[in-house]
């Protein structure tokens, strides 16, 4: 789900997550890295004509230790005086997290290559997913650093509304064309890159946050609201592994092999608005990516003519780890009512669309007596904790919300019932993973929440 946010400083952040990365050598208390300032903002609002945005910030560690990290920095790009052009930036911490500096910036996919398929993709956007490849898979080597993002052609809202007033100001996104996720590589810890592939196609954005159908460009001319967004990267069985969330209307999917079943009238069809997960996979040789496998379908909703369409209640935020009994844990956020963060459970993570349409809420897991309850605010992320010896892992789950807790598993198992209770989870309010920012609240496109941008996701060193 695609939102805006004014955040003031971010940083801390990279070395939390870091510090999540790192084997411990005997204790917690093994590694204590002290954060420092990624990046500084200005105190205006997060308005992308005014170039002081930075959202959605993630981290990764490379095998020598250095950690590198990035963001997105919304901003007009001076030489085109619009979306196209713009890049990602890198910043790289040799000291934890304590100091950062500048790396690179990555750039969109038709100023990587000459390859006219990527002609189109002139933005480098939003929504970087950082990844160290924990093994080999195909022809890439273990080590490399993939970054896995959302590119964009150019936002015809913006230029459309600059045209009939140089005046005008944006308050919200605008309208995109083209939005798809794009894979990079390097080979030399995030100084150089090269676009790999395109991992997953999307239409034009049609506005986003609270501006979801209303900031749409005269050029859109049905209205379409078809973007893809938050890629999540791991590697399963000797395959990569991409999570997402998808906005194109789909009418179902097989029960059998989860593959979604994409409306005829995607492109020109009323919009549901609507939003699934899914994942797609690549053996790392062949040209293309798998086609999408549903993860979570959300409700079904009624459209016109009699038509069906998933993803009512617009599950996001993909975030997948195994627990030490094997099974795995997919957790999200939903806003089709009830509990805005919620989970699913798989023998296989690759088949989650065996478990239910909608999940189970958060607030089912067990929790320590006398723990915080787990808060429910949406964007929860989870990481792997690396525990007190070489065999032990330990998921944690951040339930990002207006507290921002954290909650621990002791033990590492999943909370099926059929195992019996042998989940222990402690809730608290996070104090590591601190991001400094306003008090703007972030609004999603369809219903009013607030989204934590602290926090990093899955730690990227661990071999499945």
């Not at 959202?55 to 020598?64: M, R």
């Not at 330990?394 to 621990?408: D, H, L």
Request: hydrophobic share 30%; proline share 6%; aromatic share 8%.
């Amino acid at each position: 789900m695609r939102r805006s946010r004014a955040v003031q400083v971010l940083g801390t952040f990279g070395g939390a997550a870091a510090m999540l990365a790192v084997p411990m050598a005997t204790s917690a208390q093994a590694y204590n890295p002290t954060g420092g300032i990624l990046y500084q903002l200005g105190s205006e609002p997060c308005l992308k004509g005014r170039g002081n945005c930075a959202v959605y910030p993630k981290s990764a560690q490379l095998p020598g230790g250095r950690l590198v990290a990035s963001f997105e920095k919304s901003t007009v790009v001076p030489a085109t005086g619009s979306a196209a052009g713009q890049t990602l930036p890198v910043y790289k911490s040799d000291d934890h997290g304590t100091s950062w500096q500048p790396l690179s910036e990555v750039k969109a996919p038709a100023y990587l290559s000459n390859d006219p398929k990527y002609a189109k993709y002139t933005s480098n956007w939003t929504n970087p997913y950082l990844y160290t490849l924990p093994q080999d898979v195909g022809q890439l080597k273990r080590g490399t650093l993939l970054l896995a993002s959302v590119v964009s052609g150019d936002d015809a809202y913006y230029r459309e509304h600059k045209a009939a007033d140089p005046n005008w100001t944006p308050s919200n996104d605008g309208d995109r064309s083209d939005l798809a996720i794009a894979l990079y590589s390097s080979t030399d810890g995030g100084t150089s890159w090269q676009v790999l592939n395109v991992i997953a196609t999307g239409g034009r954005q049609g506005g986003s946050a609270g501006a979801i159908g209303q900031n749409v460009a005269t050029a859109n001319t049905h209205q379409q609201v078809d973007p893809v967004w938050e890629p999540y990267l791991m590697v399963y069985q000797g395959q990569l592994v991409c999570y997402y969330s998808d906005e194109n209307d789909y009418t179902g999917f097989d029960p059998t092999t989860g593959v979604a079943t994409l409306d005829t009238a995607n492109d020109t069809a009323t919009d549901s608005h609507g939003q699934i997960l899914a994942h797609r996979t690549w053996n790392g040789r062949s040209a293309k990516w798998s086609g999408p496998v549903v993860d979570v379908a959300g409700l079904t909703q009624n459209m016109d003519g009699g038509k069906t369409e998933i993803g009512g209640g617009r599950p996001g935020m993909t975030n997948v780890v195994r627990t030490t009994d094997g099974t795995w844990l997919l957790t999200y956020e939903y806003w089709g009512g009830g509990a805005d963060t919620r989970y699913v459970l798989a023998d296989n993570p690759l088949e989650f669309y065996r478990s239910s349409t909608t999940g189970g809420a958060v607030t089912s897991l067990p929790v320590d007596t006398g723990s915080r309850p787990l808060a429910t605010g949406g964007s929860p992320v989870v990481i792997n904790l690396p525990g007190e010896g070489w065999s032990t892992t330990r998921p944690a789950a951040a339930m990002s919300g207006s507290t921002r807790a954290v909650v621990v598993t002791g033990c590492g198992r999943s909370t099926r019932r059929r195992r019996g209770p042998d989940t222990a989870a402690t809730s608290s309010t996070s104090t590591a993973p601190a991001v400094s920012r306003s008090s703007t609240t972030r609004a999603p496109r369809r219903s009013p929440t607030r989204r934590s941008t602290s926090g990093g996701r899955k730690a990227p060193t661990t071999d499945w």
